[in-house]
């Protein structure tokens, strides 16, 4: 569904619309919507205009490391506006069913904590990936005449690099990220080899017996729309808890979609009413993602990011062309050589350009997420106290 037919989803009624109308409406029609209403409003509406932005992506954008930095500031942005909703009514919090509702989104909000250290360690190995590639253009430099020994370079930094990229499966389970672990709760230690043994000591991250496929799930498992008895027994607040549960499922899910991690799975079902403005972009996203993950060139991939498809095309065509070489090299072969090579520096730039950012927003949402449990955990404690 084209992008811009999912604007007129404001014009049906949203489920608060349904909450007024059943709650407020039938007593006074003359009623005008409160302050929190349409604070809850804003923020479907806030949501729905994020992903339908996202949504808009053509195909050479959608799953590229700049679309998956976009993701995550849409996650930010909605939940530092989710986290002022819970602060506004933090007295509700502790009251049934709110009780109970808000402890299965912290619930879950601890689960995308080890999605999030995951694809730390993911992004560590495309960063591994990055350094091969390197290698290569380090070897076949365009500013050296190339002989026999800078192609042997080469050549085993892309025999390297293919291996790496083999999908966990075929590599028997051995990936350097499953066993890379890292925390976001210390301060950045040396990559040097020497450091390796001290900086593992130190590691939150997954165990080597973590599945993401298995995490995802977890997270969505009963995960659907609030009653309109819900919403109106929680006033309202129901409804951007169920919002802000199905954006952190998706955005867990696209992650683990796009970049490698441990047991990846994409076998996760998203049903979510279509009264929400925002149903309809994430759904198309959702759509979108797993019909990419099906096409032949995919299905074994790491990771569907899409520059770890050009990485492993461009290594690809590149290995193809080193193995045809024959010395003395030919006027037309070096030249064909060239163009590879720039080709592939296109890649390692982009790549270069964008790990660094990438690792800072996901840090960056660990420590929301964190921090918005610790709040309300804090608010709710409270008001037990003073109970």
Not at 7 to 27: C, K, P, T
Not at 226 to 251: C, D, K
Not at 321 to 339: C, G, H, I, N, Y
Request: overall charge neutral; some cysteine; aromatic content about 6%.
């Amino acid at each position: 569904m084209p992008a811009t037919e999912y604007q007129g989803s404001y014009i049906g009624r949203s489920i608060l619309s349904f909450r007024r109308d059943q709650a407020v409406h039938s007593v006074d029609p003359t009623h005008e919507a409160t302050s929190a209403e349409l604070e809850m409003e804003a923020f479907q509406k806030q949501v729905a205009d994020r992903f339908l932005d996202l949504s808009s992506a053509g195909p050479e954008e959608l799953l590229s490391l700049p679309w998956i930095r976009k993701l995550l500031d849409a996650f930010l942005c909605c939940q530092e506006e989710f986290r002022v909703i819970m602060f506004n009514h933090k007295s509700q919090l502790s009251k049934s069913p709110m009780d109970r509702s808000i402890a299965d989104f912290h619930e879950r909000s601890i689960k995308a904590l080890d999605v999030c250290n995951a694809i730390r360690d993911g992004v560590e190995q495309v960063r591994q990936w990055q350094k091969l590639l390197e290698i290569v253009l380090c070897a076949l430099d365009s500013r050296k005449s190339l002989s026999e020994g800078q192609f042997r370079r080469a050549k085993k930094a892309l025999i390297d690099l293919a291996i790496g990229m083999l999908d966990e499966k075929e590599a028997g389970g051995s990936g350097v990220a499953a066993h890379r672990n890292r925390s976001f709760g210390r301060s950045s230690v040396s990559r040097d080899h020497r450091s390796l043994g001290h900086f593992r000591s130190l590691s939150w991250s997954v165990s080597r017996s973590w599945s993401a496929a298995r995490q995802i799930q977890a997270i969505g498992t009963n995960l659907s729309a609030p009653r309109g008895n819900e919403i109106v027994a929680t006033n309202g607040l129901a409804v951007p808890v169920f919002t802000m549960n199905s954006v952190l499922l998706f955005v867990t899910w696209a992650l683990v979609a796009a970049i490698p991690c441990q047991d990846r799975g994409l076998q996760v079902h998203f049903s979510i009413p279509r009264q929400f403005a925002w149903a309809a972009p994430i759904q198309s996203l959702h759509e979108r993602i797993v019909e990419e993950s099906k096409k032949r060139e995919r299905r074994n991939a790491r990771g569907l990011l899409r520059e770890i498809h050009q990485i492993e095309r461009g290594a690809r065509i590149m290995s193809e062309l080193v193995d045809s070489v024959q010395f003395p090299l030919s006027a037309e072969k070096e030249e064909e050589v060239r163009q590879r090579v720039e080709d592939l520096a296109e890649v390692f730039e982009a790549v270069k350009d964008g790990l660094d950012p990438l690792e800072k927003q996901v840090r960056e949402v660990f420590h929301r997420i964190v921090r918005s449990r610790t709040e309300g955990l804090d608010y709710i404690g409270r008001a037990n106290r003073s109970e």
